[in-house]
Nanobody, 125 residues
Framework: QVQLVESGGGLVQAGGSLRLSCAAS????????MGWFRQAPGKEREFVAL????????YYADSVKGRFTISRDNAKNTVYLQLNSLKPEDTAVYYC??????????????????WGQGTQVTVSS
C-alpha cells in the first residue's frame, strides 16, 4: 500500500501562485509515476500533470502548460506542483495519485492505484 498526503492549497487572487505538495509513504518503491488531477464542482476529475518516479518524464494538460510545473524529490518521497498565473477556472480540489504501472493512459484517473485526500485551491477574480 501507498499513502499519499497533499498539502499547500488555499485561497489566492487571480495571477497569484501556490505550491502543492504530495508526500508518499509506504511501499513507495512500487510507484512508477505520480500524477496530479483536479475536480471542480459538477465536473469530472481531469488530468493536470504527470512525472515519472525515476526518469523525470513530464506531461501537462494543455490548459496548464506554461503555468504549472511538476517536480519531485525522491529523497523526500514528495512530488510538487507549482501553480503560477492562476486563473479563476483553476479553482478545484487537487488530488495527487500514484501509478504502479506507468502507461500511455496517464491522463485517465482509472490508470492510478492510489489517491490522496485532496487539497482545495480557490482562485478569486
Amino acid at each position: 500500500q501507498v499513502q499519499l498526503v497533499e498539502s499547500g492549497g488555499g485561497l489566492v487572487q487571480a495571477g497569484g501562485s501556490l505550491r502543492l505538495s504530495c508526500a508518499a509513504s509506504g511501499r513507495t518503491f512500487s510507484i512508477s509515476a505520480m500524477g496530479w488531477f483536479r475536480q471542480a464542482p459538477g465536473k469530472e476529475r481531469e488530468f493536470v500533470a504527470l512525472i515519472s518516479w525515476s526518469g523525470g518524464i513530464t506531461y501537462y494538460a494543455d490548459s496548464v502548460k506554461g503555468r504549472f510545473t511538476i517536480s519531485r524529490d525522491n529523497a523526500k518521497n514528495t512530488v510538487y506542483l507549482q501553480l503560477n498565473s492562476l486563473k479563476p477556472e483553476d479553482t478545484a480540489v487537487y488530488y495527487c495519485a500514484a501509478d504502479r504501472h506507468y502507461s500511455s493512459m496517464y491522463y485517465n484517473p482509472l490508470a492510478y492505484d492510489y489517491w490522496g485526500q485532496g487539497t482545495q485551491v480557490t482562485v478569486s477574480s
